[in-house]
């Protein structure tokens, strides 16, 4: 009895220890790598096919369509500079495929342009390329001395914008207004080594400066006086002379405060007839004031 027992175990373990014949294994295996491989054959034939076939409805549907040929250049421009020099600073021509002008390269040497503030490109389907100018709006001008091959110093006169961003004067034959530009503040004091077009004069008297520029059309003292100079070489204050006569003393802070004693004094000179020859706003407290006679206020004040 024992012994059927044994023999039962036995016949069971010996079932469970048979092994598969190796090379149906083998075959299983083969089996998996070839369709992995063709698997990726297939995504890489795929790939191509696309790529190639894309490049090719690309190049005949849109690069070499004739459709697509730019035939006009819509330029429109907040400023005073004409299409046509805009145009050629942007370096683009009729006749052009649309899809091939580089917008940001276009874009990007147009910026370049000491002149221009910003400029905006896009293709409008099926054959107009569009343009979008603006550009800097000068405020103030100052004077700077070009040194010449031969050696002699050439008076140069430049504009600076709201961000002390230096532009060179345009030639009057490449705007659409032939009047002269109306006077502008002249800044002085700026050494002629940093009138570089297209950089930025950055000083805290230059800001102050050109900040006071900026705000004095609306300030307190809008009409009352009108700012022929403005002295930046100063530390801590603006030297300020007007078409009046006047020279008044500016701090580089606080000028909203400033202009408002300014207003005060002149009303205050107006009551007794006087006008304003020299102040020092700069000073909080007792500020020192010297007055002038009206008969001797320069002409055209």
């Known amino acids: 009895m024992w012994g059927k027992k044994r023999n039962r175990r036995q016949s069971r373990y010996r079932l469970l220890e ?50 697509f040929t730019v035939k006009t250049i819509d330029v429109r421009v907040r400023g005073i500079i004409q299409p046509a020099q805009l145009q ?18 276009v874009k990007r040497d147009l910026e ?13 389907l099926p054959d107009t390329l569009r343009l979008r100018i603006v550009e800097r709006r000068p405020i103030a001008q100052v004077v700077g001395f070009r040194q010449q091959p031969d050696g002699q110093l050439v008076r140069q006169v430049y504009w600076l914008d709201a961000r002390g961003v230096v532009i060179p004067p345009i030639d009057p034959r490449l705007t659409v207004q032939k009047n002269q530009p109306k006077w502008l503040p002249l800044i002085v004091g700026i050494p002629t080594a ?9 000083s805290p008297a230059v800001r102050s400066a050109l900040q006071l520029v900026s705000r004095y059309d609306l300030s307190p003292m809008a009409g009352l006086a009108h700012l022929r100079q403005i002295d930046v070489s100063g530390r801590e204050t603006l030297g300020v002379i007007t078409w009046q006569g006047a020279r008044v003393t500016l701090g580089l802070n606080g000028l909203n405060a400033q202009i408002q004693r300014w207003r005060q004094i002149h009303d205050l000179g107006r009551q007794h007839h006087r006008i304003v020859a ?7 407290n007792n500020l020192p004031v010297r007055w ?6 320069p002409a055209g004040g």
């Open 278 to 284: 020299t102040v020092d706003l700069s000073i909080k």
């Open 88 to 105: 050629k600073m942007a370096g683009v021509h009729t006749g052009e495929n649309l899809f091939r002008v580089d917008l940001l390269r």
């Open 194 to 202: 940093k009138l570089l077009p297209g950089r930025t004069v950055d």
């Open 18 to 67: 048979v092994d598969l014949p190796v090379g149906k294994v083998r075959r299983q295996r083969m089996k998996a790598i070839v369709r992995w491989a063709g698997g990726l054959l297939g995504l890489a034939a795929l790939f191509f096919g696309v790529w190639h076939g894309g490049a090719w409805v690309m190049r005949l549907g849109f690069y070499e369509n004739e459709i």
């Open 112 to 124: 370049l342009t000491p002149l221009i503030e910003s400029a905006a490109v896009e293709r409008v």
């Open 292 to 297: 002038m006679h009206p008969s001797s206020r």
